[in-house]
């Protein structure tokens, strides 16, 4: 263990609380970024993700940093829904927040129309309840060729310099310097017990339902250049999910990943050995499914993302460890984080059950050794009848409750996942008018579902639309076909009020569907593009427009 020489604040310094809101742990970096920053200029520094604070205390903080991500179109992340639900409470007198001094940094992506709209929404309900703003807002855009480190660098060179001015007092005490080693999150201390090295994560301990593996087949054709799978879940009992929602999953590094990691670091021989770990600050607390006491071998195996693309963070801090010095203090900086699928059932139709339509993560590198997905690798060599534990949460997504009203569904590959539990459930129920767009590559090799497809077009209940983009010489992608349903599309989404759902990766096709779709109003209506735009943004916040996209 190497002990840092840069003290942990005492309870005279001035308090700062950094809460963070983040689906993939892009914010909960940055937030920790700053927090080493704070902690570096003696600031006695809080950080926590937003739900796991308690809303009684943020009234009484005299300054807080906010840092949340935005996902979908414009939808804040799932550990910020609560915190967010009882800010906009409309109850809440207008000074409220009067003696709160705050900053919100944002992580986005410009692809979307509603680009950090969740730091946006947060910004402007904090000054409405009567909080002062003492640094305009951030916005980190995935867009930028620097990354996040783009915005987030010069934007914490300036929040120290407006901290500097507010709290003088900080100037008074020097500052640790960068080059010195920060306090470690938590130590490691053996026991004399030498421990199983079965798997420590058991069902009990987390959040979610039991289920067994029952089916884990390729949807795509063999020699294809990509491995599609549909995953099958069988649980014990009935189960209780809407269209749209998502299973969260909780991977393990493959074994010989582990021998090898292990070999190359010189830590065979204490694999086994069991460690207490020790939080060393209770303002900045180990992520909850983080365990207390565990062997090497568990923690790299169920605990620590060892295959990841590190962060820029992660390389901040490793450089003080240039010779051959354990730095076991700073496992949890690789710490592996629950994925996260959209369902591809309905519960109506397969009520103990859960399906996932997964691509499996290959591909080559610079490296020598081909990169992969750690969850996707985990499922794709995950054999029949193992049992894990998913967490089910609830989706972004708003179904019409009005059955009578159509939907149109763009969800290329394994973006149709909600769209197939979309489909099945209004199927279920009768409902007839649903439009699907999907777009795959190979109408041969990667039409994923197309036996159901084909099926429910037969009987009347799905009109299909399908862009198989490399089976002719032109490229052709699920926006194009949209134009050409101009005047169908105009009676479904204006006249019969229509709802429409986008699902599939991020990037330039979800702009290029919104875009097609304002054309096609324009054709099938008669209106200028701007009344077109103008009426999608009104779908937008009536739950109309829906997006689920991923980078």
Request: with cysteine.
């Amino acid at each position: 263990m190497v002990d840092s020489a840069a003290a942990l604040p005492d309870e005279t310094a001035h308090p700062l609380l950094i809460l963070w809101g983040s689906e993939t742990g892009n914010s909960q970096d940055a937030a920790e970024r700053i927090a080493r920053d704070a902690q570096r200029r003696h600031f006695r520094v809080k950080v926590m993700e937003m739900d796991a604070y308690p809303i009684a205390e943020l009234i009484e903080e005299p300054l807080v940093i906010f840092v949340c991500s935005t996902t979908g179109n414009g939808t804040e992340p799932r550990n910020m829904s609560h915190l967010w639900r009882n800010l906009i409470r409309s109850d809440l007198p207008s000074d409220l927040l009067d003696s709160m001094d705050f900053a919100v940094f944002g992580l986005g992506d410009s692809g979307y129309e509603r680009f950090n709209w969740a730091a946006k929404k947060l910004q402007r309900r904090l000054e409405n309840l009567g909080a002062r703003e003492i640094l305009a807002r951030g916005d980190a855009d995935d867009q930028d060729y620097r990354g996040v480190e783009g915005a987030l660098t010069p934007w914490i060179e300036s929040l120290f310099n407006v901290l500097d001015d507010l709290y003088p007092g900080t100037r008074e005490v020097e500052f640790i310097p960068s080059k010195e080693l920060p306090p470690p999150r938590a130590r490691l201390q053996i026991t004399t017990k030498k421990s199983a090295t079965g798997r420590l994560l058991e069902e009990s301990q987390l959040e979610g339902v039991a289920v067994t593996l029952t089916k884990n087949s390729r949807i795509t054709a063999e020699g294809w250049y990509q491995d599609v799978r549909h995953i099958e879940f069988k649980a014990d009992h009935n189960l209780e999910y809407a269209p749209g929602d998502v299973a969260v999953l909780y991977p393990e590094n493959a074994p010989e990943d582990v021998d090898t990691l292990s070999v190359r670091m010189g830590w065979t021989r204490m694999m086994d050995d069991e460690y207490i770990i020790k939080p060393t600050d209770a303002g900045w607390p180990l992520s909850r499914e983080f365990p207390l006491r565990a062997t090497l071998r568990q923690l790299l195996t169920q605990y620590l993302d060892i295959s990841s693309v590190p962060r820029a963070s992660f390389f901040q801090i490793i450089r003080h460890f240039a010779t051959d010095e354990r730095e076991k203090e700073k496992l949890e900086e690789f710490s592996i984080r629950p994925r996260q699928f959209s369902i591809a059932s309905s519960c109506l139709t397969c009520p103990e059950g859960i399906q996932l339509c997964v691509a499996i993560v290959r591909y080559k590198s610079i490296l020598k050794v081909p990169r992969k997905g750690l969850c996707t690798s985990w499922l794709a060599r995950m054999s029949i009848g193992t049992r894990i534990t998913i967490r089910l949460e609830s989706g972004t997504m708003v179904l019409p409750s009005d059955l009578s009203r159509p939907i149109i569904l763009i969800g290329p590959g394994t973006g149709v996942a909600p769209m197939r539990a979309i489909i099945q459930d209004r199927n279920h129920k009768g409902a007839k008018n649903n439009l699907l767009y999907f777009g795959c590559r190979s109408a041969r090799c990667d039409f994923h579902y197309e036996k159901e497809w084909t099926e429910l077009s037969s009987k009347g209940n799905l009109i299909l639309r399908l862009a198989a983009s490399r089976d002719q010489e032109e490229k052709v992608y699920v926006q194009h076909l949209i134009p050409k349903d101009a005047v169908l599309l105009w009676d479904w989404i204006v006249s019969k009020e229509g709802s429409v759902f986008i699902s599939g990766s991020s990037g330039p096709m979800p702009k290029s569907v919104r875009k097609a779709i304002i054309q096609a109003l324009c054709v099938g209506g008669g209106w200028e593009e701007e009344t077109s735009a103008n009426y999608l943004r009104e779908m937008e916040l009536s739950d109309r427009w829906n997006e689920e996209c991923w980078s």
